[in-house]
């Protein structure tokens, strides 16, 4: 299988103050297209930092990542963002949606960036997919955080991306709720055939991707392969 | 699922379409923003159209105002040179000689000072007197009657075919006179005029030596006459035999800068109304992007580049501009309407309100461009933020750059620079404004910056928890301290300068009623006259109190070269009007109260040798560029008398008294053909009155000035300005409540989330309460007594530079203004809180969407 997602010996570091600090430490690893691949670790283990990365939402001090078959160093800020757009789907822990944008409009963004001509028809069906049919025309904030995931969910498939990245998608939610999340998120992706990287500290969660890339302190404890298939 | 039907990326419909999904849910937040907007462009637009509608009516009705295509006047019956040039042009169709006079109504008793204009042929040539009845106009010359200004026949219930006495001859009154081209009501209840035949004028005998006469000649010009170069070739001639041509363009400009003070002030109000809206912009758009900038992290996220998510917001911002100007402009347009009404007092004719299309395309295009100019600053935080922002918080505003940050901040500048120079057409006010306007900013931002890291090095650890965490607020991550002092910094600077200005423009013109001053005035007292006039006065126990020489004269040469000379050297920068001037001097042996020397010495008496020591006004050495030692010659009705500048007094012309601008030593003129003025002061208005009838019946030449009544008309024209400045200054302080409500109101998202945790943590509503109230107080008192205290330079410099008057400022800014404000802040900076204090902290959480 092509690889969908390349990261070769990526370094990051922040300067707090006069000290120096490293979050990302020689990390390298690939992720195969249509592969579910999680990256856990504790609090401060340099997971959302490397999620930034992997979706070109940040600059690395050296090293480099391939998306999609694309260095992402030679891209400007711009080229990313339409790389993005065509390629990429987020779920965000605390779901980022535009507040001032109702659900479906929400879940249109992405498409209609694209420029696409049924951006209306396929959020719709897309919320219908997510149980929101109903929820169509609420603003984030009449939702529930349930509801504002499923939203979130939806916008993420919306633009029918070749990779997509979960930050803790249900670290905002109750146990019940999460679950079902969870569990709309695999079924989406099932459907879809899209690549998905989890980043969470819950290893119940990631127990169910096909392979576990294990962080701390900013280097790579373990890369393997579970059972899932 | 399949890929999506993409055809193109999103185009510039998309944008829009985001500005208005966007945009609508953010309506409530932008709408004081809009406010600022209309009342802004609502006060260029008006003003701004009432000032081209009233210059197109001056020049319009320019003959009208004349009463002629173009006038020769003169002191004195024309000599033979100017009957020459009269007679050259075709003859006058009309003439007249004015005088001030006493008139007396037998009917009653009464009498009062009044403008006698003995009129002869049809004047007005163009334009109309207005009389009651209409006919009067017309017939008043053929059946030998008086036309009297209608106020005077309501004050003295005078009515058609009463007598009236001027002089020594009386007339019967064909008609009340309603209005005169070229007059306004205020000249009018100054000098009511009475227009007689002239051939009554030699019969009232009252065209004695030394009365002040105006003779008029009123010409009618072959349309293709060029009027200009006409002026050009004769004026000089006639300014050499003591006469003077007027063509009616260019006294039609001369009328439109007379009114040019109201001008100057009406534009500061636009000015300032519109520096208010702009700081609106400024400061709401501030605070509005950086609660946008999470949501266009995460539309970056999502693949909108910077140019898109750039844009969304400036079409946004452009299109509530674009409504505000709309609006601004409607009431504006609106509000010029009102203008005729309220200055009709002050207008010698009635201006026909149309709308001017320029001030109008102005509104319009300075709701856009003002919007956008002013947002630009805080909408490139959108350009720099950084999609990773959707994953961490990122303290603190995005890296702008600094060269982007520069080039608006110059746009700014500039846009200041340019609207102030269109505004008020002057390169020295516009550059003293942007100045003025840049040190207000500097200062304010220097006091906020020093005031942040007073309170963080200097930080009372002891205090209270309440009165701590009300100064934590002022410093901590995303504080508002900066915005908020400069807004209301800024607000109260433009207010309380307006209002000092108002200030210096009324003062300007008050009069104090001094105990020990005189309340009548006799002028035109003749020598012989002099002490029968006098025998009147004292016998009936009142005081004589000055007995002033005057002796009228003109400039024949300044520092040896003739003022004829002077007259055509195009090179001399000279003020041009102290050669055609006549003046009228006195002379006495010492300074008077009104009086302080500033150059050389008072010399009291002639010593007989070389040239007359007189003493000269400092504004009129400055007009004439004459100093302590230079020689003037002066020809006193036709003696010619060589003088030198001894001394330079600083004059307090405000003074109700009678000053001169130059004063001769005694021992010169005492032979010379002269009149006097005498004064005197009346207990009450009974005596008054008597002593008024006395000196009529016996002396009709003497003019009675009856400072009392005077005073009267003073103070109700004083009222009647004071309103009308009131009202424009109200319209600039309502938008400057306006931003500032905007400016405390829009800090409210940025508080609201410290509420509710403190609220989460178990704070009571008391707690948070006080906590906001120190804030928003804390910054209230500073943000409004720095920006007066600035406004105290500011008016200082207006008064000196614009204005020419003295400023002494009043303490009133800082009792009502200074604690106005500081409530003002504290009220809104409290209702902010309302809903925190009153519902769950989740519930607000949600609805606020924090």
Known sequence: MPKILNVHHLEKTYTSGSKKLTVLDDISFAIEAGDTFSIVGPSGSGKTTLLGLCAGLDQPDSGYVELCGTRLDTLNEDQRAQLRNREVGFIFQNFQLLPTLTALENVSVPLELQGAKNANANSKDLLDKVGLTDRMHHYPSQLSGGEQQRVALARAFSNTPSILFADEPTGNLDEETGEKVVQLLFDLNQEAGTTLVIVSHDLELARRTQHILRLKGGKIMANESTLVR | ?850
């Not at chain 2, 009236?164 to 064909?174: A, H, M, Q």
């Not at chain 2, 004589?544 to 070269?561: C, E, N, Q, V």
């Open chain 2, 1 to 850: 699922m399949s890929k999506p039907n993409t055809s193109a990326k999103a185009g510039i419909q998309w944008l829009f379409k985001m500005a208005w999904r966007d945009g609508r849910a953010s309506i409530g937040r932008l709408l004081l923003f809009m406010a600022s907007i209309i009342l802004g462009i609502a006060a260029v637009v008006s003003i701004q159209s009432f000032s081209k509608n009233l210059k197109d009516n001056i020049t319009l009705q320019s003959k009208a105002l004349m009463g002629a295509d173009f006038i020769i006047d003169s002191r004195h019956l024309p000599n033979e040179k100017v009957q020459g040039i009269i007679d050259s042009l075709g003859g006058a169709q009309a003439m007249e000689v004015n005088f001030s006079s006493m008139a007396a109504f037998p009917k009653n008793g009464g009498s009062k000072l009044v403008r006698v204009r003995g009129i002869k042929g049809a004047y007005p040539l163009y334009g109309e007197l207005d009389t009651q009845p209409t006919s009067a106009a017309n017939t008043y010359q053929q059946e030998g009657g008086a036309l009297v200004d209608a106020t005077v026949m309501l004050q003295y219930e005078l009515k058609v075919g009463d007598r009236i006495k001027v002089g020594e001859i009386s007339l019967p009154i064909t008609g009340s006179l309603l209005s005169v081209p070229g007059s306004t009501a205020l000249g009018s209840s100054v000098a009511p005029q009475v227009l007689i035949p002239y051939r009554f004028i030699a019969d009232t005998g009252l065209l004695q030596v030394g009365s002040r006469l105006e003779y008029q000649y009123f010409f009618e010009a072959d349309p293709e006459l060029d009027l200009v170069a006409m002026n050009k070739v004769l004026d000089p001639i006639l300014d050499a035999e003591n006469a003077d041509m007027d063509i009616h363009t260019v006294d039609s400009q001369r009328m439109g800068r007379s009114y040019s003070n109201v001008g100057k002030f009406l534009n500061l109000v636009a000015f300032v109304a519109l520096l208010l809206g702009c700081v609106g912009i400024a400061s709401s758009v501030h605070i509005y992007i950086k609660e946008k900038l999470r949501a266009v992290a995460v539309l970056k996220c999502m693949g909108a580049t910077r140019r898109q998510t750039f844009l969304i917001y400036l079409i946004q911002i452009a299109g509530m501009g674009l409504l505000g100007g709309i609006l601004g402009t409607l009431v504006g347009i609106g509000l010029q309407l009102s203008f005729p009404s309220l200055l009709a007092q002050f207008l010698p004719f009635q201006v026909e309100v149309a709308l001017a299309p320029q001030p109008i395309a102005m509104g319009l295009l300075l709701g856009i461009f003002m919007s956008v100019l002013f947002a630009l600053l805080p909408l490139m935080g959108t350009w720099y933020v950084s999609p990773l922002e959707v994953l961490r918080i990122q303290e603190g505003q995005p890296a702008k750059s600094k060269r982007a940050s520069t080039l608006i901040l110059l746009g700014i500048l500039l846009f200041i620079f340019l609207f102030s120079f269109w505004l008020l057409q002057d390169l020295d006010y516009a550059l003293g404004f942007v100045l003025s306007i840049l040190v207000t900013f500097s200062v304010l931002a220097g006091v906020a910056i020093l005031f942040m890291r007073g309170i963080k090095k200097f930080f009372p650890s002891s205090w209270s928890f309440i009165a701590r965490q009300s100064l934590l607020n002022l410093f901590r991550p995303n504080n508002q301290t900066m915005v908020l002092l400069l807004a209301i910094g800024v607000g109260a600077f433009l207010i309380s300068t307006l209002y000092f200005t108002k200030d210096i423009l009324l003062a300007k013109a008050t009069l104090e009623d001094q105990t020990n001053s005189p309340n009548i005035i006799l002028l035109d007292v003749q020598t012989e006259q002099k002490e029968a006039v006098a025998n009147t006065i004292i016998p009936k126990g009142l005081p004589l109190i000055d007995k002033i020489p005057i002796i009228t004269m003109r400039m024949h040469s300044i520092k040896g070269r003739p003022v004829n000379d002077l007259r055509l050297d195009t090179t001399s920068t000279m003020n041009k009007w102290v050669l055609n001037h006549e003046f009228r001097v006195t002379y006495r042996d010492s300074l008077i109260a009104s009086e302080t020397l500033t150059d050389g010495e008072w010399v009291s008496k002639n010593s007989g040798e070389g040239p007359i020591t007189i003493s000269m006004a400092d504004n009129i050495a400055r007009d004439a560029q004459v100093a302590v030692g230079d020689t003037i010659t002066f020809n006193v009705q036709g003696v010619l008398m060589e003088t030198v500048i001894g001394s330079i007094r600083a004059v307090d012309w405000a003074r109700m008294q009678l000053n001169f601008s130059v004063v001769f030593p005694t021992g010169v003129l005492e032979d010379a053909p002269q009149f006097h003025v005498l004064t005197t002061k009346a207990p009450d208005e009974a005596s008054s009155a008597a002593l008024q009838r006395e000196l009529v019946r016996k002396f009709p030449n003497v003019s009675i000035l009856d400072l009392r009544q005077i005073l009267n008309l003073i103070e109700d024209i004083l009222n009647k300005i004071s309103w009308v400045i009131n009202f424009m200054a109200f319209f600039s302080i309502l938008t400057g409540i306006i931003v500032l409500i905007g400016s405390v109101r829009t800090s409210k998202y940025q508080r609201i989330k410290e509420s509710v945790l403190l609220r989460t943590l178990g704070a009571k509503s008391r707690q948070i309460l006080q906590i906001t109230a120190l804030e928003y107080t804390y910054l209230g008192v500073l943000g409004s007594g720095i920006g007066i205290l600035l406004s105290l330079f500011s008016s200082q410099l207006l008064a000196q530079f614009v204005f020419e008057a003295p400023f002494v400022p009043s303490w009133v800014p800082f009792a009502f203004l200074l604690p106005g404000i500081t409530v003002l802040v504290l009220l809104i900076g409290l209702s902010n809180s309302r809903s925190v204090l009153t519902s769950p902290p989740l519930e607000v959480l949600r609805k606020e969407g924090v």
